[in-house]
């Protein structure tokens, strides 16, 4: 969005067009390594802390939680892409932090996660839902719609066609 909007403000070009490019790439690498770093630092604090103690059960769980907010903000403090950071954040977390975890906190952390990303589906589904209750609607697009439509229905018949060509061709080959 930033980087889109300088480029709005700006007259185009093609030296606009490069720089956009390349601030893109910096904000894109920027935010994959600090959330990459996060990360890992995650991952060495959970490996050699020793917070898998009994006593340190919720300890272990409100940093797991906490790290990628941390990298969010940090992300967002050095004016890069929180969303990016929180992501590879999270798949570093994924790969190498949640096994250092004690068992049960590995099923608290899984069960929480899943708790939000239930919620914050069914709040935008909800949030969709009322945006479509209360917009007033416009049909100048019934040609499209139509068009949608059929494209659909043929081109589903046209692949389970050729799918089921391939099949007979092919499957006797197993």
Not at 137 to 166: D, E, K, P, Q
């Amino acid at each position: 969005f930033r980087t889109m909007s300088s480029v709005r403000s700006n007259a185009a070009g093609g030296e606009n067009i490069f720089m956009m490019i390349l601030q893109f790439l910096e904000i894109f690498v920027g935010s994959m390594s600090s959330g990459v770093g996060v990360g890992f630092i995650s991952s060495l604090l959970f490996k050699y802390a020793g917070l898998d103690i009994d006593n340190l059960q919720n300890l272990e769980c409100c940093l797991f939680v906490l790290f990628p907010y941390f990298s969010y903000m940090l992300a967002e403090g050095l004016g890069l892409s929180g969303i990016v950071s929180i992501l590879f954040t999270g798949m570093v977390m994924k790969h190498y932090t949640y096994s250092n975890l004690s068992d049960n906190s590995q099923r608290f952390v899984s069960a929480f996660f899943h708790l939000l990303s239930s919620l914050a589906e069914t709040f935008v589904f909800i949030y969709m839902g009322f945006d479509i209750a209360m917009e007033e609607h416009s049909w100048s697009h019934v040609g499209f719609i139509i068009f949608s439509i059929v494209s659909f229905v043929l081109l589903s018949h046209i692949t389970s066609w050729v799918y089921s060509i391939l099949c007979l061709e092919f499957g006797s080959l197993t």
